[in-house]
């Protein structure tokens, strides 16, 4: 499976996302800088989390109107899979490819803590090796992961089965609605979620519950 | 010429900020404090000189980059 | 001076004696400038003098004193005098560490202040060419009654996150007080620690002439002007409305510099570096000239600036933030300007170097300052202070024993020194870079440096009440904990950075506090083996002629050969014995049992047999590496009994202590030095008794691990969960739950 | 009544965040933008009807709490 992760100035988890991508799946993704403003041939495009431009304005809003995630939506559009983790996931909805926003966690301070995390849907190619309603350990480290969507959009996403990840025993750090931690698109080829698993695949982590999230990307390629 | 934008959440959707900034008042020992909405607020300097001109430039501003019409509201004066 | 000279150096602006004041130079100083140019200074070169010779950046009244501290050792590769200490990890790796104070500015605007510190020590580090790899603070605020302490609290912790999760650090350990003494006086000890390759390093010492001194990073603007005299200015009520311009800091920004940083460095384009700090062009100039034995020459009309019609005197003290200074190879010049357009950050040549050995300074085509380059800061002011000794403290009067013991531990588990900090760390991204072994919560963060395993462990210590009681023993402490923090995980200790946080050294009684404690500080580093690489002295700490208390805070690394053989102090599995190593004590002199339960803060405090310690210390280590302890924790704030507590509630598993006529509140609460409490495995406890045995070290069994209670004899009985509510309890219901 | 807060960084105080609002408008093709700058915009409903109460109320709100003046000057608006 190749895959390609996109830098952006700001960006800090890139290296956290090579090293699982690398030793989970095999094959080390290509770095794309955002100023190239075509994507290289993958199967997976991944945004990981930081801090693009600062997220000064919003998180992920100055990133998301760069040329590169043009091309990326153009690309989307015709099933490149896209992964969006933490301000992967803010850039994404900004962008418009996902659905609703990420406010302000509700007790307005950065949380970076273990939380649980339900995997909602199994049949995704970020969670076709997890069983459904599986329960995960994982770390979150963000400001702005209030997930909201109106009334309609929440219903759409709760009946299709597009909520992927759910935040499970009352672990909820931001206020999210209805628990709602990731999501994807309608055609299922663009995830976003604020947790990071990448942070929780080898023992140095104290556990490795996310390890299959990155072994599923093999089936899907 | 010189813009004003406020960028404020559209009703209905909590605005934790103001609460922690109303509930920060009272224990301050402010009273008869109804409700506390926060924003943002962006200056902008122009060089266009046409009032009209400006005016939908700054719309498109708005509507591209400034504000999240998913969640936000804007209000656009023009000095 | 002649007129004509004066012309040729602009600004005829009379010096008067107010001037000289309102630059925090005392008459015989500016007297020593005098002597030293032959003339009277131009306005633009007074502030250069206030900058380089205030004591922020001349270190004039403990320089003699700094100097007797033990620096080399045999895995220092750099010591005191660079941006940061480095030292040899092995494998060629390199760790580059130090901690720096940014303690006014946090308290006049908590947010920007802290933020900016960290920003600044993060640069210290990358500087030299490495990539921060952790974080650290010591962070001290006044009573938690006090009407400012929430806000500065919350501004402070909000800031370290804001710029640290931004920038993408780490931030893994630290320390929090809370004391009176520092209502007035806030301190913010920020610590960054990074790794390079040791045949990578890059120094600030220019050398050849004629080549371009660039300047780099963001614009220059009216940011902190006088910041730096600022620092070392004492407050007073009016330091309020004084509003001294607070700088705001863009971690973003510092983050394209690094990586544009490390980009030019490996393209070999660096011939020396130094970012710019307190009084920023002044001193980052300065520093590379006098360091290469070399002149240079600026022009001020070339500095990118942000605001308009800047003054050549505020571009000299400006201390805008994420700027660097850099002598560049010529011929690498276009392709080190590319570099930094990429990352949308300045790049302007403003300069040269030349073989004047004076620092010449242009602006709209006149000479604004003309100063001999090495002077400038070898004939800075150097006092010798005079000093006393405190007056030493009586013998602690009998302490009655209280006899719920249970309510006791409660509110010492509650009390705001004791409390779990989680609060504050979970504000920080502790686990960014995938490396984080250990977390804050444990004795010291550990942090995973390659794929075979090798580890870096750091930790912050002082207790401050020891070190006023008596500054020696205080300083010998602060050392020793911080090496047993270090122990306490597995680490072999390596060194240290310190950040010397006191009073007006121009009181006899607080210049005493000073020499004893880095008399201390010095004679422990010696006796184990932990020399001192970098550091930063804060002076004038005080309000209303109040100083705070003694701070000299110490922030060591140490090495781990492999995190998988790294010891944590969460209790792991049923049935393991626990052990107590180095015997029971009972010294309750300055305890926080004794101040929190009694009210009493008095008694000298716990002395340090730096001899015990060290025997203690590689017993312990060498347990741990030999794979024969589950669980580890250095006996610190609170005794026997609260550490044995924060293993509990840390592993979430009870324990029951035998009862023993040796076990009373004197022993359970005592903070006698160089102690731990071990677990292991029953089948292990003969063996690691045998060995303390064999080294004349007394260890103990005391109990075992089980249970979900904390059981001490006929004394003690008390459930995980009340303890952990009363752990967890304090920070967040203090701060409210919006903090 | 209605007061609308708006608090922006005092001149010359670095404003990272109008910086990258600026260079973001640029990249978007937008012209002729001579500086912006990103303050924040606050909304208050008081039960105060005397306007004079008000606007003293609203002072001390803002010394005390909605801005900080070190680096931040803020103006009030009364409807
Ligand atoms: N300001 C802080 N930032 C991050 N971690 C902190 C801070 N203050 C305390 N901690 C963490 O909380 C734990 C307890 O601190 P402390 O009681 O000072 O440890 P010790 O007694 O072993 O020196 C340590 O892991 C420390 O790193
Ligand atoms: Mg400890």
Redesign the interface.
């Known amino acids: 499976m190749k895959s390609a992760i996109i830098l952006f ?2 960006i ?2 890139e ?2 996302m090579q ?2 991508l690398t030793t989970v799946t095999g094959s080390a993704p290509l770095m794309v800088w955002h ?1 190239e403003s075509a994507l290289p041939k993958v199967d997976l495009a991944v945004i990981p ?3 693009s ?6 998180c992920g ?2 990133a998301a ?2 040329p590169i995630m043009a091309d990326i939506r153009a690309k989307a559009a015709k099933g490149l899979k896209v992964l969006g983790v933490c301000n992967g996931f803010q850039i994404l ?2 962008s418009g490819l996902l ?3 990420l ?11 273990q939380v649980k995390l339900t995997v909602e849907n199994n049949e995704t190619f970020f969670t076709n090796k997890l069983a459904k309603g599986q329960v995960l350990r994982c ?1 979150v ?1 963000h ?1 702005e992961g ?1 997930y ?2 109106d009334e309609p959009t929440i219903r759409r996403l709760e009946e299709n089965g597009r909520v992927v990840f759910r935040y499970a025993e009352e672990t909820n750090p931001n ?1 999210a609605i209805s628990n709602i931690a990731g999501i994807m698109n309608e055609a299922g080829n663009v995830i976003g979620l604020m947790p ?1 698993p ?2 929780m695949i080898e ?3 104290g556990a490795t519950d996310c390890r299959p999230l990155f072994e599923s990307l093999k089936v899907a390629a | 010429m010189k813009a004003k934008i406020t960028i404020t959440l559209k009703k209905g ?2 605005d ?2 103001g609460k ?1 900034i109303e509930g920060a008042l009272g224990a301050l020992g402010f009273s008869g404090i109804e409700s506390v909405r926060q924003g943002k607020y962006i200056e902008l300097e122009l060089a266009e000189s046409d009032h009209d001109k400006a005016q939908s430039a700054l719309r498109a501003m708005c509507e ?3 504000a ?1 019409t ?2 936000e509201n804007y209000a656009i004066e023009l000095a | 001076m002649t007129r004509a000279s004066m012309d040729a150096l602009g600004s005829p602006r009379a010096i008067t004696p107010e001037l000289v004041q309102q630059h925090g130079l005392k008459p015989e100083e500016y007297k020593r400038v005098l002597d030293l140019i032959g003339r009277e200074p131009t306005i633009t070169e007074l502030g250069i003098f206030s900058a380089m010779w205030n004591e922020h950046c001349s270190y004039k009244s403990s320089k003699v004193w700094l100097k007797t501290l033990p620096t080399s050792g045999a895995r220092v590769i750099q010591g005191p005098g660079e941006n940061a200490g480095v030292v040899d990890f092995g494998d060629g790796d390199a760790i580059i560490f130090k901690m720096e104070s940014h303690n006014h500015p946090s308290f006049i605007e908590p947010y920007q202040g802290a933020a900016t510190g960290v920003g600044g020590i993060l640069r210290d580090v990358f500087t030299m060419g490495a990539r921060p790899i952790a974080a650290l603070n010591a962070l001290r605020f006044g009573a938690p009654s006090h009407p400012r302490t929430r806000h500065l609290v919350s501004g402070v912790v ?1 800031g370290i ?2 710029y640290g ?4 650090v780490p931030t893994v350990g630290g320390e929090v007080n809370f004391h009176s003494r520092y209502n007035g006086n806030i301190l913010v000890n920020a610590m960054a620690i990074g790794v390079a390759k040791s045949d990578r390093l890059f120094y600030s010492k220019a050398q050849g002439v004629g080549l371009p001194v660039v300047y780099l990073g963001a614009k220059t603007g009216r940011d902190g002007i006088h910041g730096a005299t600022m620092a070392s200015a004492e407050f007073d009520e009016r330091a309020e409305e004084k509003r001294p311009t607070v700088q705001v800091g ?4 510092e ?2 510099l690094l990586e544009a940083c490390l980009e030019l460095m490996a393209s070999g384009a660096v011939v020396a570096i130094q970012d710019m700090g307190a009084a920023g062009l002044t001193c980052s100039a300065v520093e590379m000239g006098a360091k290469g034995d070399l002149g240079i020459d600026l022009d001020l009309d070339r500095v990118p600036c942000r605001e308009e019609g800047m003054t050549a005197y505020e571009m000299m003290l400006s201390e805008s933030q994420e700027r660097m200074l850099m002598v560049l190879k010529p011929e690498k010049e276009k392709e080190a300007e590319a570099i930094f357009r ?3 950050l300045d790049f302007a040549v403003v300069g040269q170097t030349t073989d004047t050995l004076r620092f010449r300074v242009k602006h709209r085509d006149r000479l604004v300052a003309d100063l001999p380059i090495k002077e400038l800061g070898d004939q800075a002011p150097c006092y010798q202070r005079p000093w006393i000794p405190p007056k030493r403290v009586q013998a602690l009067a009998p302490v009655a024993a209280p006899n719920d013991l249970n309510a006791v531990l409660l509110t010492l588990m509650g009390s705001p020194d004791l409390c779990s900090r989680r609060w504050v ?13 250990q977390r804050p919560g444990g004795d010291a963060a550990v942090i ?1 440096l390659n794929d075979q395993g090798k580890a870096l462990a750091a930790a912050t210590d002082v207790t401050p009440r020891y070190v006023e009681a008596d500054p020696y023993e205080g300083g010998k402490q602060a050392v020793a904990e911080c090496w047993r923090n270090l122990t306490a995980v597995g680490a072999l200790p390596v060194a240290v950075t310190d950040n010397l946080n006191f009073g007006n050294p121009e009181r006899p009684e607080i210049m005493g506090q000073f020499v004893l404690a880095v008399k201390g500080v010095g004679d422990a580093c010696r006796a184990l083996n932990f020399p001192v690489v970098s550091g930063n002295v804060s002076l004038y700490n005080e309000t209303n002629g109040k100083a705070i208390m003694p701070t000299p805070a110490i922030g060591g690394v140490g090495l781990i050969r492999d ?2 053989f790294m010891a944590t102090l969460a209790f792991k599995a049923e049935g393991d014995e626990i052990l107590l190593i180095g015997g029971h004590g009972g010294h309750l002199g300055q305890s926080i049992y004794l101040r929190e339960i009694h009210g009493r803060e008095e008694g000298p405090p716990p002395p340090v047999d730096l001899d015990r310690e060290k025997r203690h210390g590689d017993l312990v280590r060498d347990l741990i590496a030999n794979g024969l302890v589950t669980a580890c924790h250095d006996i610190a704030d609170g005794g026997l009994l609260v550490a044995l507590a924060e293993m509990a509630l840390a592993g979430g598993l009870g324990a029951r202590l035998e009862a023993s006529d040796r076990i009373d509140h004197a022993s359970l609460f005592g903070e006698d030095q160089a102690r731990y409490l071990i677990a292991c495995k029953a089948a292990h406890a003969q063996d690691t008794m045998a060995r303390a045995g064999r080294l004349g070290i007394e260890a103990l069994r005391l109990g075992a691990v089980t249970g979900s209670r904390l059981i001490v004899g006929g004394l003690v009985s008390i459930s995980l969960e009340d303890l952990r509510a009363a752990h967890e309890g304090w920070f967040p219901a203090f701060m409210g ?3």
């Open positions: 100035p700001g800090n988890r290296c956290d090293r699982a100023g989390g930081g801090f431009y600062g997220d000064y304005l919003r809003a100055i109107r760069s909805t900004e659905p609703g926003a406010l302000r966690n509700s007790e307005l301070r950065f949380v970076c803590r770390p480290a400001g209030n909201i969507a206020g990071h990448e942070n023992p140095l982590h | 959707i909590l934790p900020q922690a591209k980059l400034l999240n998913v969640i | 909000a996150g804001g999760n931004s920038f993408g863009d971690p973003f920004t983050k394209c990429k990352w949308g760390w979970e504000q920080y991204d502790h686990l960014i870079q995938s490396n984080t072994a995973r995190w998988r739950s919006r903090g």
